[in-house]
């Protein structure tokens, strides 16, 4: 199936960056809630010293977000993309609205009550991000690959920007009373209207785009249902239960177990890319780097470098010659970001700030670049619902890998006083 063009420009390529700017605001908007509370746990830390609020609300989330996508990925095939995106970004406006308010209500004071509502909303972001993420990486893995790069650029994106927020407003109200508490509400006020932000542009602009009409037509062609809403959106009616009587053939799919069976090296890729980024980011860099002569700038230091090189990592594979493609290859690469196990350890033991930022830069750099390579690759040869179910299938061995690198996490704190 195919659009008709006026002006006789290849429908596949018109609006391709003004969509590649879109995924990227979309996928800011996918992690900029929690990437805010990550970002902000220096001042969850002096509310909740006693609580671990680094380590406590990645491992909330991680379930809420893996149980979640598993229940999504197994009935994807069956699901309301529009719905779904939609539901998500909504729950990530109004979980911001809730940090505000249970803050503004409790009048920045810590506790076990106010502690186990920042929980809840930790949580809440989890079932938000299996909305969104897989949802959207599963629509884009049968769009062009530029336009999933955008999106995943789009997530380290979000890291950087809370990460210069933070730094901002720690310099900004670092001197003055309340100064961890106002840079906390700022945050999340902007948060919010992020939110609210990507709400209106997936509802109202990404369907619109003749780009993104193209590609979604193509599904509806091969047999996908997710894209039904969507089309109607963007002003496209489908014929493909038509379709699907003149040619049954065409129609047909791999299961989501042939394709998970096809995959299971990409699969193992990401869960081993996650649980060992999450193994460091952010529990052990938050409390156990030492001390050094940054002071209190060194925790929001770490996480801003994190940031930036995973960011740079995932524009890395546009450029071919660095693009790995090969599965062993990738494989290789990945395995051998398990010597940094030993690099982060012997470092904060004995080295100093320079080589734990060094270290920390690297980290970043590998996630972004092995993270994009793998879900670029993965989808090709594939139909348009195969890749949909192939994108949700990756995504969510991506956040089983997140939730066992959260729970390792702990095992920083063996020998150590709770």
């Given at each position: 199936?195919?659009?008709a063009d006026?002006?006789g420009?290849?429908t596949?390529?018109?609006?391709?960056?003004?969509?590649?700017?879109?995924?990227?605001l979309?996928g800011?908007?996918?992690?900029?809630s929690?990437n805010?509370?990550?970002?902000?746990?220096?001042?969850?830390?002096y509310?909740f010293?006693?609580?671990?609020?680094?380590r406590v609300?990645?491992?909330?989330?991680?379930?809420?977000?893996?149980?979640?996508?598993?229940?999504?990925?197994?009935?994807?095939a069956?699901?309301?993309?529009r719905?779904?995106?939609?539901?998500?970004?909504i729950l990530?406006?109004?979980?911001?609205?809730l940090?505000?308010?249970?803050?503004?209500a409790t009048?920045?004071?810590?506790?076990?009550?106010?502690?186990?509502g920042?929980?809840?909303?930790?949580?809440?972001?989890g079932i938000?991000?299996?909305?969104v993420?897989?949802?959207m990486?599963?629509d884009l893995s049968f769009?062009?690959?530029?336009?999933?790069q955008?999106?995943?650029?789009?997530?380290?994106?979000?890291?950087?920007?809370?990460?210069?927020?933070?730094?901002?407003?720690?310099?900004a109200?670092?001197?003055s009373?309340?100064?961890?508490r106002?840079?906390?509400?700022l945050?999340?006020?902007i948060?919010?209207?992020?939110?609210?932000?990507c709400?209106?542009?997936?509802?109202?602009?990404f369907?619109?785009?003749p780009i993104?009409?193209?590609?979604r037509?193509?599904?509806?062609?091969?047999?996908?249902k997710?894209v039904?809403?969507?089309?109607?959106a963007?002003g496209?009616?489908?014929?493909?239960?038509?379709?699907a009587?003149?040619?049954?053939?065409h129609m047909e799919?791999?299961?989501?177990?042939?394709?998970?069976f096809?995959?299971?090296?990409?699969?193992?890729?990401?869960?081993?890319?996650y649980?060992?980024?999450?193994?460091?980011?952010?529990g052990?860099?938050?409390?156990d780097t030492g001390?050094?002569?940054?002071?209190?700038?060194y925790?929001?230091?770490?996480?801003?470098m994190?940031?930036?090189?995973?960011?740079?990592?995932r524009?890395?594979?546009?450029l071919?010659?660095l693009k790995?493609e090969?599965?062993?290859?990738?494989m290789?690469?990945?395995?051998?970001r398990f010597?940094l196990i030993?690099?982060?350890?012997?470092t904060?033991?004995?080295?100093d700030?320079?080589?734990m930022i060094?270290?920390?830069?690297?980290?970043?750099l590998t996630?972004?670049?092995?993270?994009v390579?793998v879900?670029?690759?993965?989808p090709?040869?594939?139909k348009?619902?195969?890749?949909n179910a192939l994108g949700?299938?990756?995504v969510l061995?991506l956040?089983?890998?997140?939730?066992?690198?959260?729970?390792l996490?702990w095992?920083?704190?063996i020998g150590k006083?709770?």
């Amino acid at each position: 199936m195919a659009i008709a063009d006026g002006d006789g420009a290849p429908t596949q390529f018109k609006g391709k960056y003004a969509a590649m700017m879109v995924c990227w605001l979309l996928g800011i908007g996918c992690l900029f809630s929690w990437n805010s509370m990550v970002t902000i746990e220096d001042y969850y830390g002096y509310l909740f010293p006693r609580y671990h609020p680094s380590r406590v609300l990645s491992l909330v989330y991680q379930p809420f977000a893996v149980g979640t996508l598993a229940i999504l990925a197994y009935n994807e095939a069956k699901l309301n993309t529009r719905r779904r995106n939609l539901t998500g970004y909504i729950l990530f406006f109004i979980s911001s609205i809730l940090v505000l308010v249970l803050d503004l209500a409790t009048s920045g004071k810590g506790g076990i009550g106010t502690f186990i509502g920042i929980c809840a909303v930790s949580g809440a972001f989890g079932i938000a991000d299996a909305h969104v993420q897989g949802g959207m990486v599963g629509d884009l893995s049968f769009m062009h690959p530029e336009l999933i790069q955008s999106f995943l650029a789009g997530l380290a994106a979000s890291g950087i920007l809370t990460s210069t927020l933070r730094l901002i407003t720690k310099a900004a109200f670092e001197n003055s009373q309340n100064g961890f508490r106002k840079g906390a509400i700022l945050f999340f006020a902007i948060s919010a209207f992020f939110e609210l932000l990507c709400v209106l542009l997936y509802a109202f602009v990404f369907p619109k785009l003749p780009i993104v009409r193209y590609y979604r037509s193509k599904a509806a062609s091969e047999g996908s249902k997710t894209v039904s809403a969507d089309l109607v959106a963007g002003g496209i009616q489908t014929h493909s239960k038509q379709e699907a009587e003149e040619d049954p053939k065409h129609m047909e799919r791999l299961s989501t177990k042939e394709l998970f069976f096809e995959n299971m090296d990409y699969a193992l890729d990401l869960f081993l890319i996650y649980v060992l980024t999450l193994s460091f980011f952010p529990g052990f860099l938050s409390e156990d780097t030492g001390s050094h002569g940054l002071r209190g700038w060194y925790v929001p230091v770490l996480i801003a470098m994190y940031n930036v090189w995973d960011l740079i990592g995932r524009y890395l594979p546009l450029l071919k010659f660095l693009k790995i493609e090969s599965r062993k290859g990738l494989m290789v690469a990945i395995l051998s970001r398990f010597l940094l196990i030993p690099a982060f350890y012997f470092t904060a033991k004995y080295g100093d700030q320079g080589w734990m930022i060094m270290l920390t830069s690297f980290l970043g750099l590998t996630n972004g670049f092995l993270t994009v390579c793998v879900l670029t690759s993965a989808p090709k040869g594939y139909k348009g619902p195969e890749q949909n179910a192939l994108g949700n299938l990756l995504v969510l061995f991506l956040l089983g890998g997140i939730f066992a690198g959260v729970t390792l996490d702990w095992l920083w704190l063996i020998g150590k006083r709770w």
